[in-house]
């Protein structure tokens, strides 16, 4: 037997979320605005849902679905060049946005995408051990537990406060690399969190952070989050 999901997810109005889709590359494959508003839009392997919910606030949608792929990269550095092109700019707060892609610490690499109905899609890639558990150190279990928060509940406070004492820690040192990663998390947390000018004080505070070739390689996600806030705040250098 084959078997295939097809999430149902809801939104305020179904043209802004079908138009949305056609940028990241989907095609609709069926639209109604009667009896009731609904539409389904597919890309490759991927089919997607959506009927239309009067008073239905994007803002407070807890909708989520799970998309696993197997060409995470390719599909995330799509999805953005798509976006810029049709908006100029790359949404990263808001609605519609597109998130950082990261390794997560349940053993995959993944990204965000919201779109205009408030709708979270999460596409990740198996890319190493399912760490189920904290690290030991300070710093390690700090950025651990503050990327949860940050991409699992959305609480952004909590993140901020978080990152906030374990950066002004002076009774223990955090290598080049865990600073590095503390500031951009910092800077990201601030930048969606609308505190801007903030956002730009921890990228300066990361760029003065000397990094080797193989520490560079190992924040290769920070350092390219850490551009993508820099564009947005400032534009393309």
């Known amino acids: 037997m084959a078997e295939k999901t097809i999430p149902i997810l809801p939104c305020p109005h ?69 976006l810029k092109e049709a908006y100029g700019r790359i949404p990263a707060r808001g609605l519609p946005r597109i998130g950082a892609l990261r390794d997560m610490s349940f053993g995959m690499r993944q990204f965000l995408v919201s779109d205009p109905g408030g709708n979270c899609l999460r596409f990740g890639q198996p890319a190493g051990e399912d760490l189920t558990r904290a690290p030991s150190d300070t710093f390690g279990r700090a950025m651990y537990y503050a990327a949860r928060w940050v991409d699992a509940r959305e609480h952004l406070a909590g993140a901020a406060q978080l990152l906030d004492r374990t950066l002004a820690i002076t009774d223990e040192q955090p290598t080049p690399v865990q600073v590095f990663e503390m500031l951009v998390m910092r800077a990201d947390v601030a930048f969606r969190s609308d505190c801007l000018q903030e956002a730009a004080g921890f990228l300066d505070r990361a760029r003065t952070v000397r990094l080797g070739s193989a520490e560079q390689a190992a924040v290769r996600d920070e350092l390219r989050r850490s551009e993508e806030i820099r564009e947005a705040l400032l534009g393309p250098r």
């Open 14 to 82: 179904i043209q802004p979320v079908v138009d949305f889709y056609t940028v990241l590359g989907f095609t609709t494959t069926y639209q109604q605005n009667s009896p009731n508003p609904y539409a389904e839009v597919e890309r490759g392997g991927i089919r997607l849902q959506f009927f239309g919910m009067k008073k239905y606030d994007p803002t407070q949608s807890y909708s989520s679905a799970y998309i696993v792929s197997d060409g995470v990269d390719a599909l995330y550095e799509d999805f953005r060049g798509r």
